[in-house]
């Protein structure tokens, strides 16, 4: 049995299938389109889910949808019908698109899917779920627990913001919500709008401000903005934030809160801005911590499972697991909207159709989140002939010595092998990687290779065994989702110099023997690998540890700035040749920067404003 999931029209479009209980496909259609963030129907993730299948769309039993318009539309009816006249030009502005687009997006599904299937009886096989069941499904489904409470955080979904779920085998049932507009999401975006990053994409970059700065802020935030329960509950002060109504985020009473008005993305970033951050940041940790011991009070769960964009906060996630509350902490690595897709497709099999549900041991049923395109060496050898790339073909075993001898030789190197993964976080499938050792690493890579700010920190990508050699962590995190301290033995001590340094002064201090992975709280996002997921990279990093004693890499996305994730070897062909990466080791295909056409290289540097 067959259950195609999507998730499409706001941001983040994804598909994903499942094949009796297996999660056998899932990829965002920004990957195919090269379009960072596609909204857009995802065709081209569709018909990867059912190649990879090998199916046809008539072989599908449900096709299930990841949220429900008619909610969305009457929260946003509802909503200016509360604050009017205010929002009169947002309401004008929003009115045309819905009545001509999302409100009828049963239709749109339908009318994309007849392209495929023209008989296939769209009106009985097509589904939709709420918002949040989905994110919760996509939490709670692919675990690797019986049984387990389910937290999801996000902006807003129908009306859900915050919501509490029990899993138990098959079953998922929704507890409590907290509703629009009272959001945790909500309110660390407006905080990203406030500090001058995009909403939506940016609030990443403000977890990785925010160690450079203080939480002066956070009892202000607490007293005038935010009403905080002990239970976690909340309730946000509109008088504050322009989003239910207008095009802001935030509006000049914020400002006078805080300081004046919002930064504009090209404005120098200041000790002000870090400030912020680090507030905002602190008062999440707070909110996520309390949920989590009312969720241990009201269920008693051991287990507990995280999902929503709000769950991509890992400083928060390693906070919440270091408290102790629960035995254990599980979080889909495809928390926002496009793991919806899977866990509408979950919801559908397991609820809807009553279909039984199949533990596999220890680990859970995301396949290491691999779940994406993949390509043969002979494939890969003639798309990059075909681009006019120079390589050398090398057996399994070379490849991966001579990889990482260039890491150990300090060198940044594209890595792309086997299947793509599926969520924000590149995991050693496509990646670029660098020698954690090197106390120029994270400059080199950020200013010379994704083209981005110099204070964004980089992923440590560490063997599973020796994880706790590193960092204060001995559990599972491959998904790079759980941030822990480096183990004091690593640290470097600070110079009394050193200690008076402020925002980004304090960047190019080396804080510990792995300086390039050790952000300046000494914390790291910590991805351990596994062999039975990613066999390839396994042996990369027992490979580099053979060779320097270190089994700890720099892990970052493959991509600069501006664009998504590669999928193709033309993609990563592409950003290697419009980026400082050295070497290129795609599939058994060694690439030498100094080796190739010069006339193919590309301006990357210019050609992208920051996101």
């Not at 890491?407 to 660098?434: C, N, T, Y």
Request: charged fraction near 25%; proline fraction near 4%; glycine fraction near 8%.
């Amino acid at each position: 049995m067959r259950v195609l999931g999507i998730s499409a029209f706001y941001h983040d479009s994804a598909a994903a299938l499942v094949e009796d209980g297996h999660l056998v496909a899932a990829a965002q259609e920004e990957r195919f389109t090269r379009k960072k963030h596609d909204a857009g129907f995802p065709q081209n993730a569709v018909e990867f889910c059912l190649d990879t299948a090998g199916i046809k769309l008539g072989d599908v039993d449900y096709v299930a949808f990841y949220d429900k318009p008619f909610l969305k539309f009457e929260r946003l009816i509802e909503t200016y019908l509360a604050y009017a006249p205010r929002g009169f030009t947002s309401f004008r502005m929003a009115m045309p698109l819905w009545l001509k687009e999302k409100l009828f997006q049963k239709t749109l599904l339908r009318d994309e899917m007849k392209k495929w299937q023209p008989e296939f009886d769209w009106q009985k096989r097509l589904l939709f779920g709420e918002h949040h069941q989905s994110h919760a499904a996509s939490a709670f489904f692919p675990s690797p627990f019986d049984e387990a409470a389910i937290l999801c955080m996000d902006g807003v979904g129908e009306w859900a913001t915050t919501s509490l779920a029990w899993g138990q085998g098959n079953k998922l049932e929704m507890l409590r919500e907290i509703h629009f507009p009272h959001s945790l999401g909500l309110l660390y975006s407006a905080f990203t709008y406030y500090t001058g990053f995009k909403v939506n994409s940016g609030e990443y970059k403000v977890m990785g401000l925010a160690p450079y700065g203080e939480p002066k802020y956070k009892d202000l935030i607490l007293d005038k903005i935010v009403d905080l329960k002990e239970d976690g509950s909340f309730r946000l002060d509109q008088q504050y934030f322009d989003y239910c109504t207008g095009l802001r985020m935030t509006n000049d009473k914020f400002g006078e809160l805080f300081g004046g008005k919002a930064r504009k993305p090209e404005e120098l970033l200041t000790q002000h801005h870090m400030d912020l951050a680090a507030s905002v940041q602190a008062v999440t940790e707070e909110i996520v911590i309390r949920l989590g011991r009312a969720v241990k009070k009201e269920t008693g769960a051991k287990n507990i499972c995280l999902a929503g964009g709000v769950a991509l906060n890992c400083v928060a996630n390693g906070k919440l697991l270091r408290e102790n509350i629960f035995e254990n902490i599980w979080v889909q690595p495809a928390a926002g909207d496009a793991g919806g897709a899977v866990g509408a497709a979950y919801a559908a099999y397991h609820g809807f159709m009553g279909q039984p549900r199949k533990l596999n041991g220890q680990k859970d049923g995301m396949a290491g989140s691999y779940l994406g395109p993949e390509f043969s060496d002979d494939e890969i050898a003639e798309r990059l002939t075909k681009v006019g790339a120079k390589f050398t073909r090398l057996t399994r075993d070379q490849m991966i010595d001579q990889t990482a001898q260039a890491l150990a030789d300090e060198k940044a190197v594209g890595w792309m092998q086997g299947r793509m993964e599926f969520g924000p976080r590149s995991l050693g499938a496509r990646s670029i990687l660098g020698d954690a050792r090197s106390p120029s690493m994270q400059k080199t890579l950020n200013l010379k290779v994704k083209y981005r700010e110099s204070f964004r920190p980089f992923a440590p990508a560490v063997l599973r065994e020796d994880v706790d050699k590193y960092f204060e962590i001995d559990t599972d995190s491959p998904y790079m989702l759980m941030v822990a301290p480096v183990v004091e033995s690593r640290r470097r001590k600070m110079t009394a110099d050193e200690e008076k340094l402020f925002g980004i002064d304090k960047l190019n201090v080396p804080r510990s023997d792995i300086p390039a992975v050790t952000h300046i709280d000494y914390s790291g996002r910590i991805q351990t690998v596994h062999k039975e997921t990613n066999p390839a990279f396994y042996d990369l990093l027992s490979s580099f540890k053979a060779k320097t004693g270190s089994s700890v890499v720099v892990n970052t996305s493959f991509n600069v700035r501006g664009e998504p994730i590669v999928c193709t070897p033309e993609d990563a062909f592409r950003c290697f040749m419009g980026s400082e990466i050295e070497v290129l080791v795609v599939g058994n295909c060694f690439l030498k920067k100094e080796d190739q056409d010069p006339s193919l290289k590309l301006d990357y540097k210019n050609a992208f404003e920051l996101d």
